[in-house]
């Protein structure tokens, strides 16, 4: 191994810590308590070693996003690969979106509500943010001619939940007939798609 490829993985290495060090004490502390000097303090590197690999706290919150989204992707695609056709797809696909949101949620923070840089639905979109569109654009496809914005809405209805639910603001046992109502409201799309053509 180069000397260039060693300081590759050491470098790697740093940045899989850090992220790891600011979800774990977001996770366990809240994002208040994510600080450079805290997680400077927690893996015992110094803060500008820190800025070395990230040029700010909004950037780390980015890299930690980023890992939730391939997480997501992953809990998305298995939720689907899972189902017994198309419409139980949709349905185990938001069971399992509401699902991540309330079991993860520092991480669902990162993703959806604390200042990034990353940038959604735009030509510069990572492909990790891209891949989780597509994890749900995928079920929702047999639904619609307009795949993008049924997607967009399907998704948008989806965070709205997840966001009142881990809130509290709306009843956690109501969540199935909750996600019924979307799922319906995705299918029904392709009947009005339908109905507008004939």
Not at 48 to 64: G, M, Q, W
Not at 157 to 174: K, M, N, V, W
Request: proline share 3%; with cysteine.
């Amino acid at each position: 191994m180069s000397i260039a490829e060693r300081k590759g993985r050491q470098r790697a290495e740093r940045e899989s810590r850090i992220v790891a060090a600011a979800r774990l004490i977001a996770e366990r502390d809240g994002w208040d308590a994510v600080t450079v000097r805290r997680l400077a303090e927690e893996i015992e590197y110094s803060q500008p070693v820190l800025y070395s690999h990230f040029e700010n706290r909004d950037a780390i919150v980015s890299a930690v996003a980023l890992e939730g989204f391939q997480e997501l992707t992953v809990a998305l695609r298995e939720a689907a690969h899972g189902a017994a056709g198309q419409e139980n797809a949709l349905e185990r696909v938001a069971m399992a979106y509401l699902g991540f949101a309330v079991r993860c949620p520092a991480l669902y923070e990162a993703m959806f509500t604390l200042p990034t840089d990353l940038r959604f639905a735009d030509a510069e979109t990572r492909p990790e943010l891209r891949a989780g569109f597509e994890a749900i654009a995928s079920v929702v496809a047999p639904f619609s001619a307009d795949v993008e914005n049924v997607t967009e809405t399907f998704w948008a209805a989806l965070h709205g939940l997840a966001e009142l639910e881990r809130s509290g603001r709306i009843r956690p046992g109501a969540r199935v007939e909750r996600i019924m109502l979307v799922v319906r409201a995705v299918i029904a799309s392709r009947n009005s798609s339908l109905d507008s053509h004939s």
